[in-house]
Structure formats: structure tokens, C-alpha cells
């Protein structure tokens, strides 16, 4: 079926290396994160009706800068240590990894500790079974959708990072023009060490 594109006994998946990736993306995250609010850069200073045109500057390049960075770093590992020299699989590796944080970061949420990622994971956390929901009224509903779309555009954007991670692990040159030329028969091969 897919003859002449993967060599046979070779998988197609390295689970090892998208597991590896997705913790590296989180411990990454949770750094940068923790360095955000050692030099105050997760200080609210902002009016009491949140809005995101109240948010400081140095906290939107931490939370948006740590969650493309750190999904970045977590698909470029992901993707050097499965081996693969072409970008789609080593782009599926790194995208692969930051399906797998997805569900781990609703988990956190869930446990309260999201907040150690910066204030725009905030919005994946909703109110737990357990507690008592608060009362639905203007300022609620606009922080509700705020903190959401704070949290799809952070999530979104550590998609992006992946991607471009993934890529840059692969080794190929960042430009669709190289793949009008490139050769069909080195698809799968690993990086060749230098000796």
C-alpha cells in the first residue's frame, strides 16, 4: 500500500518519543511559567473587570511566548529522539506530543494547578462536580469568555510551536521550495551521526 515510502519493520509511530516530547513541553511550560511569576510578570495590576485589553504586555509575552516555546522544545525533542530526517513525521511527532499535554493540562486544571503555568491557562478550568457553580451575572459570563479565549489562543498557538518544532528537528530547510526537489527514497531514514 504505502510501498517504497517507510522501510518494512519500521513503525510509523514512536510512542516513547511523543510521551518524552509531551513531558518535556510540560516541564518546559512549567518554567517558564515559574520564572514569569519569580520576576513578576503574573502580577495583577489589572482593573477589577478583567478585560484583554487590561493584561500587562510582560504577562502576555510570558504566557503566549511560554506556551509556543515550550510546545517548541517539547516537539523538537519528540521529533530528534523518534529519528526522522523528513518534517511530516517528525511534524507528526511534535503535533502527536502536544495531543497527549492536552488531556494532562485538563487534568491540572481540573487539581487547581494551572495557575503555575501562567494566568492564561486559567480559562480550561471550569467548575469541578464538586463545587458549588458561581452565580451567572454580567462580570461572570465576561470573564468566563475571556479566560476561554485566552486558553484556545494559548492552546492554538502552542500548536503552532509544535509544528515549527517538529520541523526544525527534522533537519530539512524551512522553505516549500526544497520540496519540489527533495528525493523520495530517504524518507525514513535516521540523522547520520557526525564522526
Given at each position: 500500500m504505502n510501498e517504497g515510502y517507510e522501510p518494512a519493520g519500521r513503525p510509523w509511530l514512536s510512542w516513547s518519543a511523543v510521551w518524552v516530547g509531551a513531558l518535556?513541553?510540560?516541564?518546559?511550560?512549567?518554567?517558564?511559567?515559574?520564572?514569569?511569576?519569580?520576576?513578576?510578570?503574573?502580577?495583577?495590576?489589572?482593573?477589577?473587570?478583567?478585560?484583554?485589553r487590561s493584561i500587562r504586555l510582560l504577562t502576555?509575552?510570558?504566557?503566549?511566548?511560554?506556551?509556543?516555546?515550550?510546545?517548541?522544545?517539547?516537539?523538537?525533542?519528540?521529533?530528534?529522539?523518534?529519528?526522522?530526517?523528513?518534517?511530516?513525521?517528525?511534524?507528526?511527532?511534535?503535533?502527536?506530543?502536544?495531543?497527549?499535554?492536552?488531556?494532562?493540562?485538563?487534568?491540572?486544571?481540573?487539581?487547581?494547578?494551572?495557575?503555575l503555568y501562567g494566568g492564561w491557562w486559567g480559562g480550561l478550568a471550569g467548575t469541578?462536580?464538586?463545587?458549588?457553580?458561581?452565580?451567572?451575572?454580567?462580570?461572570?459570563?465576561?470573564?468566563?469568555?475571556?479566560?476561554?479565549?485566552?486558553?484556545?489562543?494559548?492552546?492554538?498557538?502552542g500548536l503552532i510551536g509544535s509544528t515549527l518544532g517538529g520541523w526544525m528537528a527534522s533537519g530539512e530547510p524551512m522553505s516549500l521550495k526544497h520540496y519540489r526537489r527533495r528525493p523520495a527514497d530517504e524518507a525514513y531514514e535516521r540523522p547520520r551521526r557526525a564522526a
Open positions: 518535556s513541553a510540560l516541564a518546559v511550560g512549567l518554567v517558564i511559567g515559574l520564572i514569569g511569576f519569580a520576576i513578576g510578570a503574573h502580577q495583577l495590576t489589572a482593573p477589577r473587570e478583567m478585560t484583554l502576555a509575552i510570558f504566557d503566549v511566548g511560554g506556551a509556543f516555546f515550550a510546545y517548541a522544545a517539547g516537539a523538537w525533542v519528540a521529533a530528534r529522539m523518534a529519528g526522522f530526517r523528513r518534517a511530516e513525521p517528525a511534524i507528526l511527532h511534535g503535533v502527536i506530543a502536544w495531543l497527549v499535554t492536552v488531556p494532562i493540562l485538563l487534568v491540572l486544571a481540573a487539581l487547581g494547578s494551572t495557575s469541578p462536580v464538586w463545587g458549588t457553580p458561581p452565580p451567572v451575572n454580567e462580570e461572570t459570563a465576561a470573564a468566563l469568555r475571556n479566560g476561554a479565549v485566552a486558553a484556545a489562543s494559548t492552546l492554538l498557538l
